[in-house]
């Protein structure tokens, strides 16, 4: 079976719909794997979580979903941040919000483990050191765990002497799963920051056991467009020009 990894939607519907259909193109997947934050920042929450809902998904929680409802503190966001989730909160509807109240913050599914930031602390830990990730590999018992959170694509290893290494996840570079366990970071869909403004996603093959990221451009004018109408801050509608 084949499986899409999506993290960090942030209600970018231009993205999001960008990366369904890169997914269809490449042979389909069979489902979707969310990592969480379907909205936040973006002009499209409602139909972000309305487009996700019509896949075969599984989602957990993010920071900015549980913000949006009023299940978690923005005393960690910026004032951009906090801003765009006051106005997020006020296009929901009560489907949107009994949806987002029900994800779970960790899922387990065959190998992995499925978390937002980590899984030590699911909602607001970044992973992007080697030390932050050698201390999380003892907070989960399956062999891989999907992050997200930072929207930066990477990859950990955890060798069998209790070394931890990191890489740069990129699309030249294929993922083989084997006997070493793995934190990996799939990048973000709708607001990336890894320099490269190009929404970020990956399939995973159970069959051949590897894992293939892959970038799709997409309409970013569209989206800043649609940002700059709703009155959103404008360093988030700039910042999607660079992938920062």
């Known amino acids: 079976m084949r499986y899409a990894i999506i993290a960090d939607i942030h209600a970018n519907l231009a993205a999001f719909m960008a990366v369904l259909v890169d997914i269809e193109r490449r042979g389909e997947a069979d489902e979707v794997w969310c990592l969480g934050d379907i909205v936040g920042y973006g002009p499209d929450p409602h139909q972000c979580i309305e487009l996700l809902r019509?896949?075969?998904?599984?989602?957990?929680?993010?920071?900015?979903?549980?913000?949006?409802?009023?299940?978690?503190?923005?005393?960690?966001?910026?004032?951009?941040?906090?801003?765009?989730?006051?106005?997020?909160?006020?296009?929901?509807?009560?489907?949107?919000?009994a949806y987002i109240k029900n994800l779970p913050q960790v899922i387990e599914k065959d190998e992995f483990t499925l978390v937002h930031g980590s899984p030590r602390q699911p909602i607001w830990e970044y992973i992007l050191?080697?030390?932050?990730?050698?201390?999380?590999?003892?907070?989960?018992?399956?062999?891989?765990?999907?992050?997200?959170?930072?929207h930066v694509p990477l990859i950990f290893k955890y060798g069998k002497t209790g070394s931890c290494s990191f890489n740069q996840f990129s699309?030249?570079?294929?993922?083989?799963?084997?006997?070493?366990?793995?934190?990996?970071?799939?990048?973000?869909?709708?607001?990336?920051?890894?320099?490269?403004?190009?929404?970020?996603?990956a399939i995973y093959d159970n069959e051949t056991r590897k894992i293939n990221l892959y970038r799709v451009p997409y309409d970013i004018a569209a989206t800043q467009a649609k940002m700059v109408e709703q009155r959103l801050?404008?360093?988030?509608?700039?910042r999607l020009s660079h992938g920062v």
Do not use: M
């Open 54 to 97: 019509q896949t075969n998904h599984i989602c957990v929680a993010g920071n900015h979903d549980l913000a949006a409802i009023g299940e978690v503190d923005t005393y960690e966001f910026n004032p951009d941040a906090v801003a765009a989730i006051r106005w997020t909160a006020k296009q929901l509807t009560t489907q949107d919000i």
């Open 171 to 201: 699309p030249n570079k294929e993922l083989s799963l084997g006997v070493e366990r793995l934190i990996i970071n799939p990048g973000a869909v709708g607001q990336p920051r890894d320099g490269d403004p190009r929404a970020s996603y």
């Open 233 to 238: 801050p404008l360093r988030l509608v700039a």
């Open 129 to 150: 050191s080697i030390s932050a990730a050698k201390e999380n590999f003892a907070y989960f018992k399956s062999k891989f765990c999907l992050v997200s959170h930072s």
